[in-house]
């Protein structure tokens, strides 16, 4: 696969197939070819040809970054330092490395972006790495307008959301010792090569991160880049605006952890901003249709939910299955699975008088992981020190916390049952609104007028 060159007597061996090669080599010939630095050669290309190639898809600092990281390539074994420019044979070797590369090869290149220094280099010189590379991938789809439906407004500037998902993905990096990257003491640190070739190995969002800014950056090899699984397509019911408690970095996060099968899109079912405040239009809206993921944000700006792998159901009993995770989005972000201790995943009931009334997720009534009561607009998360099912800490800033903003997104296609349910009008499943409308002697205007899904 690929070719074999000798260069100054090491072999390298690309691991591109011909037609990949051929685009590489047609992107290098287009760089090499800018005449803005007069350094360069006519085989090498400079920072400036690399910059009016990108143009505004990158960030400065990571386009500086992916040419640091190309012109510290020593394939010779005798560079004395790094190469003024980057030549064919740099920059071959370091898009195979980090495209088509194992764990290994990426962390050769990755080392060189991320530090000037060989050797060891410090916890937080990668801290600041995968901040700026969690912040590219925001602004380069944003730029490119692929982030399907999902907001990038703050993908301009340093959203705290990018630094969240950048503690996070840094939170899985065990150092020397076994020790992991947690809290600024770690910070000093030193890290080496090894260190950061287990990370990408363990963490497949730092390689995922890195193809999708060197693929839609530099528009190479994109036909070979799906983001169907990586962003969900967004939908919500024509001609409602409505704008989500979700970035984009926290659907990215959330749906990483969800099957395989319902990645690729995600419909919105209930929003208390659209839909009201009310137990009732929340039950009526999430019912019978499919997995979904819920989420809230509390008065003191705590973002968090839980992902049912089943419908819901209005029933006494506790349902779903060993699929089901609580998460949180801010202030970290972090998912909380099975624990195997107890069966309860979830909890939806409402009219009963003896038993609570409301949807929980994990722990047990009167001791949920996550409570959203019937009085709409109040909950809990009672942890201590953790949720039985799901192992899952106090997830709001308060134990009994209160909120205004709520969404259920369904995730996956839906069945031809639940598309179905999707078409009833709301009487339908509010047997309360609809008793109360008969009573009054009003006729249902709505019958036969069904909201029709569409992109937003």
Same mark, same amino acid.
């Given at each position: 696969?690929?070719?074999?060159?000798?260069?100054?007597?090491?072999?390298?061996?690309?691991?591109?197939?011909?037609?990949?090669?051929?685009?590489?080599?047609?992107?290098?010939?287009?760089?090499?070819?800018?005449?803005?630095?007069?350094?360069?050669?006519?085989?090498?290309?400079?920072?400036?040809?690399?910059?009016?190639?990108?143009?505004?898809?990158?960030?400065?600092?990571?386009?500086?970054?992916?040419?640091?990281?190309?012109?510290?390539?020593?394939?010779?074994?005798?560079?004395?330092?790094?190469?003024?420019?980057?030549?064919?044979?740099?920059?071959?070797?370091?898009?195979?490395?980090?495209?088509?590369?194992?764990?290994?090869?990426?962390?050769?290149?990755?080392?060189?972006?991320?530090?000037?220094?060989?050797?060891?280099?410090?916890?937080?010189?990668?801290?600041?790495?995968?901040?700026?590379?969690?912040?590219?991938?925001?602004?380069?789809?944003?730029? #490119?307008?692929?982030?399907?439906?999902?907001?990038?407004?703050?993908?301009?500037?340093?959203?705290?959301?990018?630094?969240?998902?950048?503690?996070?993905?840094?939170?899985?990096?065990?150092?020397?010792?076994?020790?992991?990257?947690?809290?600024? #003491?770690?910070?000093?640190?030193?890290?080496?090569?090894?260190?950061?070739?287990?990370?990408?190995?363990?963490?497949?969002?730092?390689?995922?991160?890195?193809?999708?800014?060197?693929?839609?950056?530099?528009?190479?090899?994109?036909?070979?880049?799906?983001?169907?699984?990586?962003?969900?397509?967004?939908?919500?019911?024509?001609? #409602?605006?409505?704008?989500?408690?979700?970035?984009?970095?926290?659907?990215?996060?959330?749906?990483?952890?969800?099957?395989?099968?319902?990645?690729?899109?995600?419909?919105?079912?209930?929003?208390?901003?659209?839909?009201?405040?009310?137990?009732?239009?929340?039950?009526?809206?999430?019912?019978?249709?499919?997995?979904?993921?819920?989420?809230?944000?509390?008065?003191?700006?705590?973002?968090?939910?839980?992902?049912?792998?089943?419908?819901?159901?209005?029933?006494?009993?506790?349902?779903?299955?060993?699929?089901?995770?609580?998460?949180?989005?801010?202030?970290?972000?972090?998912?909380?699975?099975?624990?195997?201790?107890?069966?309860?995943?979830?909890?939806?009931?409402?009219?009963?008088?003896?038993?609570?009334?409301?949807?929980?997720?994990?722990?047990?009534?009167?001791?949920?992981?996550?409570?959203?009561?019937?009085?709409?607009?109040?909950?809990?998360?009672?942890?201590?020190?953790?949720?039985?099912?799901?192992?899952?800490?106090?997830?709001?800033?308060?134990?009994?916390?209160?909120?205004?903003?709520?969404?259920?997104?369904?995730?996956?296609?839906?069945?031809?049952?639940?598309?179905?349910?999707?078409?009833?009008?709301?009487?339908?499943?509010?047997?309360?609104?609809?008793?109360?409308?008969?009573?009054?002697?009003?006729?249902?205007?709505?019958?036969?007028? #069904?909201?029709?899904?569409?992109?937003?």
């Amino acid at each position: 696969m690929g070719n074999s060159r000798s260069r100054g007597g090491q072999s390298f061996c690309s691991q591109f197939l011909p037609e990949e090669q051929a685009e590489i080599d047609e992107l290098f010939d287009a760089l090499s070819s800018d005449k803005s630095s007069p350094n360069a050669s006519s085989r090498s290309f400079s920072l400036k040809a690399l910059q009016n190639h990108v143009g505004e898809a990158l960030p400065l600092d990571m386009v500086t970054r992916l040419y640091d990281g190309m012109r510290r390539v020593d394939l010779t074994g005798k560079a004395k330092g790094p190469s003024e420019n980057v030549s064919q044979e740099q920059f071959t070797a370091s898009m195979s490395h980090l495209l088509k590369g194992s764990s290994e090869e990426k962390s050769l290149i990755m080392v060189k972006m991320i530090s000037a220094t060989e050797g060891s280099m410090k916890a937080r010189e990668v801290q600041k790495f995968t901040e700026d590379l969690v912040g590219s991938v925001v602004h380069v789809l944003s730029h #490119r307008q692929e982030l399907r439906g999902w907001t990038g407004k703050e993908a301009l500037g340093r959203s705290p959301r990018v630094q969240v998902l950048a503690a996070q993905l840094l939170s899985e990096m065990k150092l020397q010792d076994g020790e992991r990257l947690l809290g600024p #003491r770690w910070l000093d640190c030193d890290c080496d090569r090894a260190v950061i070739e287990d990370w990408v190995f363990r963490v497949p969002h730092v390689a995922t991160f890195l193809s999708v800014v060197i693929r839609k950056g530099l528009l190479v090899l994109n036909s070979s880049l799906d983001l169907t699984t990586l962003i969900p397509e967004r939908q919500v019911d024509q001609g #409602r605006h409505f704008e989500s408690i979700l970035d984009v970095l926290s659907v990215v996060y959330i749906n990483a952890h969800l099957p395989r099968e319902q990645q690729h899109r995600w419909r919105l079912l209930f929003a208390s901003e659209l839909h009201g405040h009310s137990f009732s239009q929340l039950c009526g809206h999430i019912t019978h249709r499919g997995p979904c993921v819920a989420v809230l944000e509390d008065h003191d700006k705590h973002v968090f939910g839980g992902f049912a792998s089943c419908s819901w159901e209005v029933k006494p009993q506790f349902q779903g299955d060993n699929r089901c995770f609580l998460f949180s989005i801010c202030p970290s972000m972090a998912v909380y699975t099975h624990t195997g201790y107890n069966d309860h995943y979830m909890y939806l009931n409402h009219g009963q008088q003896t038993i609570p009334n409301g949807l929980g997720m994990g722990g047990q009534h009167n001791y949920f992981g996550l409570w959203v009561d019937v009085d709409f607009g109040k909950g809990h998360s009672r942890a201590k020190p953790t949720c039985t099912t799901y192992n899952s800490p106090q997830l709001s800033a308060q134990e009994n916390f209160q909120f205004d903003k709520m969404e259920v997104w369904a995730v996956g296609d839906p069945s031809e049952a639940q598309m179905a349910k999707g078409n009833k009008s709301i009487l339908d499943a509010d047997p309360e609104a609809q008793a109360l409308l008969e009573i009054s002697g009003r006729s249902r205007h709505s019958e036969g007028l #069904r909201e029709v899904l569409d992109d937003e």
